[in-house]
């Protein structure tokens, strides 16, 4: 028997518990958890292979490749740049999935704000298989609108980010 790793949630982002979750996995074969970490954390890398993705920044130095406690910006789903802070970071190691999550948000009046935990978990499996997980739970009024049309565009976008990301590192 496998048994796969999950998400370390902090308490003010339990799934289920805000104004939008989704859920996105992949599991290929072929591929090893550190080459999908390294198109994962080298945001210079994003915009090839991810076209809901902008204007990423790094207002305090740092980057492209992102590290616990690095503060960076980018832009995603028509929101206006997001501010973004590195909350974990693990890179994948012989029977240690790589754990990668941050925290964005946007100020502003109450339909406008919007705080974000976006989670990624990327695991080595038997039989040459790596598990890719992305998970992210939103609050505020913006998220509660998106979780409301249908589809959700966060689980279509997510699914076209883990989609490309495998595709950057399959090549």
């Not at 991810?50 to 204007?55: F, Q, R, T």
């Not at 009046?109 to 997980?133: C, M, Q, S, Y």
């Not at 739970?137 to 589809?151: H, S, V």
């Amino acid at each position: 028997m496998t048994t796969q790793n999950a998400i370390d949630w902090p308490e003010k982002y339990l799934p289920g518990t805000g104004d939008n979750f989704v859920s996105n996995e992949v599991i290929v074969q072929g591929l090893t958890a550190a080459k999908v970490w390294r198109f994962l954390i080298d945001t210079s890398e994003w915009e090839g292979y991810y076209d809901n993705v902008a204007d990423i920044s790094f207002p305090q130095g740092g980057g492209p490749e992102l590290k616990d406690g690095l503060v960076f910006g980018f832009g995603t789903f028509g929101f206006p740049p997001l501010d973004a802070l590195v909350v974990e970071f693990q890179a994948p190691a012989d029977g240690v999935p790589g754990r990668l999550s941050w925290t964005a948000g946007q100020d502003g009046t109450p339909e406008e704000r919007l705080d974000v935990l976006h989670a990624w978990l990327v695991e080595d499996l038997p039989a040459g298989r790596v598990r890719i997980l992305t998970q992210e739970t939103q609050l505020g009024q913006p998220a509660a609108a998106l979780a409301g049309e249908r589809p959700n565009p966060m689980l279509n976008g997510h699914q076209a980010w883990l989609d490309g990301l495998v595709d950057a590192a399959s090549k």
